[in-house]
């Protein structure tokens, strides 16, 4: 009955999610757009926006969003029906549009039944909280639980506090929308259903890491051998179980990177739909976390490098942006003010709860402390993402416990590791950069287009990681741990890693990205932690392993894979 339960949850939120999304990109397929890129962002862009519109709705009432909910999924269901009556759009772009909606679909199938492998579906939100690290805080736990205020009361009043003084507020809302908006379909365990969810918008990740690496024109066999390797990452697998609403708008980002950085550019610039496609997809990444400014300026500066769009273009993206953001910034500072504490934690070291603005808190920040301190913070930030002492720590640790035979002792460390450090993280991709430097002088002219992808995305990577190392306060209260960031700067990172090894060693790419997609797995397969009552159940991991076995063969498989230069860009 349990993989039944998660099986049918997993069906109802993933068709629930996808719905507007899909009838929005078969629409503008159906009038002649053929770019997978594009119609993946707005199909991304489609799906926040909806469950955006959903936040609002029900924080007006609850019969206002329930009628929203209704409205936009039936609604959806109808236009998708009608499109494919009128049978106006290209086949080879549905296939094209099929294989990254496969890749999710299993991709999250895979997540669910492997994260609950050992049990825990009677307390999941706890259990997520220990499956795949040692105990984390209850940041997952947050948007169910103003969620479900909104849902039940409105604004009908302040919400309440959550421990350590946490305000609604603080939190941005697009996880809450999506859960609020999806609300009225719930079935069974209501903390399961959004667990699940949680795990559906998570590895929306895979469309926004398909749609680039699309854009990029890179090929079909490293397209798949960058979201295989990327799936069994810790990042995915961590973040995206413990479902805090990180991953979510790095799967935004990324398809904005796919418009921002990539040989799109060139015309997305020069048309009004681009502003509000790109500003649409930026602006959702930061109602998803506040921490994706960071790549955004980054984005930005390389798309202004590759060139300028026009005062019309900016106009219309700065208008979306203010569709977007507005209310939830008047909400935080009228309706529950001053809804800005993680602002000031980041960018003034300002910790505790106050009334200061985000200005007052940067200005006292940097002003009550030397220059020196302010170069060893910075310098501390760099530290952090580099792992240093606590990476070569942790590598000796395991060693040690790996020569005594203790399995438990050997891989605690190096999760912990992986979890706040991120080019740790990395593990063996961190050979790709290395490979790439060794046989830059040796690329071939049949190589250029992936040469030149793998170092699209190594700046973007460079440049995002800078600015986020400098803008962030550092030291001990907000240092460039990775969970204090976006996770669009990993991605991009492990992406490049990919990308790098495959274009300067192509065959023994594909053996050490097969070494390193084993040792994921072993390393991420044991609950050292279990929940209370768990025990491991064997139904969850056959799933697990046929969702995997199915990702592989869409990504692998050359019907799915290769597409004409008309469609895909490659």
């Known amino acids: 009955m349990v993989q039944g339960e998660l099986l049918l949850l997993l069906a109802v939120h993933l068709v629930l999610t996808a719905l507007p999304g899909v009838a929005a990109s078969l629409f503008l397929a159906s009038r002649g757009e053929r770019r997978i890129p594009v119609l993946l962002g707005a199909m991304l862009a489609v799906s926040g926006s909806t469950a955006m519109f959903g936040f609002w709705a029900y924080f007006g009432s609850r019969p206002l969003g329930q009628t929203w909910s209704f409205l936009s999924s039936f609604g959806s269901v109808l236009a998708i029906a009608w499109l494919s009556f009128e049978r106006k759009i290209d086949r080879e772009v549905l296939r094209g549009l099929a294989t ?66 946490w305000l609604a507020s603080d939190r941005p809302p697009l996880q809450m929308g999506y859960l609020e908006t999806q609300w009225p379909f719930h079935l069974f365990n209501k903390e399961l259903g959004y667990q699940v969810l949680g795990v559906v918008l998570q590895q929306l990740w895979i469309v926004g890491m398909w749609a680039l690496l699309l854009a990029l024109r890179v090929g079909r066999l490293t397209k798949a051998l960058v979201v295989a390797t990327v799936l069994v990452s810790p990042l995915a697998i961590v973040n995206g179980f413990y479902v805090w609403p990180k991953m979510l708008p790095a799967g935004m980002l990324l398809a904005a990177a796919a418009l921002m950085i990539t040989p799109l550019w060139d015309e997305v610039r020069s048309r009004l739909w681009g502003a509000a496609l790109v500003a649409g997809l930026c602006g959702l990444g930061m109602m998803g976390h506040g921490s994706s400014a960071f790549p955004i300026i980054g984005l930005a500066l390389i ?73 060893h913070k910075k310098g501390q930030n760099f530290a952090a993402i580099a792992g240093g002492y606590i990476f070569s720590h942790a590598i000796s640790e395991a060693w040690k416990h790996a020569k005594e035979g203790k399995f438990e002792a050997t891989v605690r460390p190096l999760r912990e590791t992986f979890f706040f450090n991120m080019l740790p993280s990395f593990g063996l991709l961190l050979l790709g950069p290395v490979a790439m430097a060794i046989g830059w002088r040796r690329r071939r002219v049949r190589d250029q287009v992936e040469w030149k992808a793998a170092t699209t995305l190594l700046l973007a990577f460079l440049v995002t990681t800078f600015i986020w190392a400098i803008l962030q306060w550092g030291g001990s209260t907000a240092t460039t741990v990775l969970h204090q960031g976006s996770y669009l700067i990993p991605l991009i990172g492990l992406a ?61 498989h050359d019907r799915f894979g290769r597409r004409p230069a008309t469609v895909t860009g490659t």
């Open 496 to 556: 490049a890693c990919v990308l790098s090894l495959r274009v300067a060693w192509p065959r023994f790419a594909i053996g050490w990205l097969a070494l390193n997609f084993v040792v994921m797995l072993v390393i991420y397969s044991p609950d050292f932690e279990p929940a209370e009552g768990s025990v491991f159940s064997a139904g969850n991991a056959i799933l697990a392993a046929l969702a995997m076995a199915g990702f592989l063969t869409v990504a692998f």
């Open 303 to 375: 798309a202004a490098f590759r060139g300028l769009p026009s005062w019309r273009w900016l106009g219309v993206a700065v208008l979306t942006l203010v569709v977007l953001m507005a209310p939830w910034s008047a909400y935080g500072k009228w309706g529950d003010p001053p809804g800005n504490r993680l602002t000031k934690w980041y960018l003034g070291g300002d910790t505790e709860p106050d009334d200061k603005s985000v200005g007052e808190a940067i200005i006292d920040g940097y002003s009550e402390v030397k220059l020196t301190t302010i170069l």
């Open 100 to 165: 990254p909606l496969a890749l999710w679909v299993l991709g999250s199938a895979f997540l669910v039944f492997f994260g609950f492998m050992h049990g825990g579906e009677n307390a999941p939100i706890q259990a997520a909280n220990t499956r795949f690290s040692g105990v984390l805080p209850s940041d997952n736990y947050l948007p169910f639980f103003w969620g479900e205020w909104f849902y039940l009361h409105a604004y009908n009043g302040k919400p309440p506090e959550f421990p350590g003084n």
